[in-house]
């Protein structure tokens, strides 16, 4: 097995953070002293540290470094059980980190308020957080609230099985690693619009069999999420948002220069999509305990059914006025439970003495 590299030891890390810092400083400080040599030059500005990945994950931490580095940061910690216990800390739950936090998924601003001294401000938060916790904690740590916040939503979880740890030989090709680090050098010397100090994304389009190959997933992932209790439903709305994402994420790591997202790009990102859709299904269900069928108080209309064995729309209307005011939502009601498995549509009849042919829902298979 190849030994893991040790990390470096903090202090002198610091040291090393520390003396860059003092030297680039008095490099600063000595050339804006000095008189220009050529005409239309002035004092240097002081020069930036490029940043990728932080681990501190406090909001004013945070904020400092995307001060200095716009295009965006990633929080990176391994045991992210702190990330949810550090919201709002010290300020008795009334400071606004959540609040940021939440406004990174559309890379909001964000505003950090200090005592003693002036807020801190970024117009465009471009911030990643990813880690791990351990289930137990996370089901712990989170709360009601944060499910219907948005906050849980917002996550892009996943839930390995339980498996025995084996030892292994196999490891990764360095040709492959080789490759993914010059592919994601590409993509970080990509320009933003307005430059470097503003940046302004560049958008891509989509070709048009990726936008039609989108808008029928979207439709149907629509469609999906009447099927579900409110908070599966706040997650299915947030893959709604997701799924583009992946699919500009695949097209650049095809290529840095591609021009539109192509139809492969958007199959690659649909499949993500309903991943981490069927993912977010187990730890709802299973970890955070919410019922299939909370907050729809459809009990009671589904025993009726299955009781009547065959229904119409307009009697499931007639039955429970005030669940179905229109025979459309009755009639979307009982089209939810084909979709899902519990019935099915009978060919349209008419009655014994004839008439409009009625449709008919039928229970079970």
């Avoid at 498996?163 to 990509?190: H, N, Y």
């Avoid at 139809?263 to 709802?284: P, T, Y």
Wanted: proline letters at 8%; hydrophobic letters at 40%.
């Amino acid at each position: 097995m190849k030994p893991k590299k040790q990390p470096q030891h903090p202090s002198k890390k610091a040291k090393i953070v520390a003396k860059v810092k003092q030297i680039a400083g008095a490099h600063w400080r000595r050339s804006r002293n000095k008189k220009p040599q050529v005409a239309g030059t002035g004092p240097q500005k002081p020069p930036v540290l490029r940043r990728l990945f932080v681990s501190d994950i406090t909001c004013e931490a945070v904020v400092r470094v995307l001060e200095e580095n716009p295009l965006g940061l990633l929080v990176w910690r391994d045991e992210i059980a702190g990330w949810f216990r550090g919201f709002n800390e010290y300020k008795r739950g009334r400071g606004s980190d959540k609040e940021n936090w939440l406004s990174t998924f559309q890379a909001g601003r964000w505003i950090v308020d200090r005592k003693g001294a002036d807020p801190l401000m970024i117009w465009r938060a471009a911030v990643s957080v990813t880690g791990t916790i351990t289930p137990s904690a996370f089901a712990t740590l989170l709360s009601r609230e944060d499910i219907e916040d948005g906050f849980v939503p917002r996550l892009l979880l996943t839930w390995p099985p339980d498996r025995p740890m084996q030892l292994s030989d196999k490891s990764v090709d360095p040709r492959v690693m080789d490759a993914a680090r010059e592919r994601l050098e590409q993509i970080l010397a990509l320009a933003p619009n307005g430059g470097s100090e503003q940046p302004i994304p560049v958008p891509l389009k989509l070709s048009p069999e990726a936008r039609e190959l989108f808008k029928q997933w979207y439709n149907r992932h629509a469609s999906e999420a009447f099927s579900f209790p409110p908070p599966l439903r706040s997650v299915w709305a947030k893959l709604q948002r997701y799924c583009p994402r992946f699919a500009l994420v695949l097209a650049l790591a095809r290529n840095p220069q591609a021009a539109q997202v192509e139809k492969r790009d958007m199959e690659g990102a649909i499949r993500l999509a309903d991943w981490f859709g069927n993912e977010a299904q187990r730890v709802l269900y299973e970890l955070l305990r919410v019922k299939p069928q909370e907050g729809r108080g459809d009990d009671r209309v589904l025993q009726w059914i299955q009781e009547r064995g065959e229904v119409s729309p307009n009697e499931l209307m007639n039955k429970f006025r005030k669940r179905f005011p229109r025979v459309a939502k009755a009639e979307k009601f009982l089209d939810e439970q084909v979709h899902l498995g519990n019935g099915r549509w009978l060919p349209s009849r008419s009655g014994p003495k004839g008439g409009r042919p009625k449709r008919l829902f039928c229970w079970g298979s």
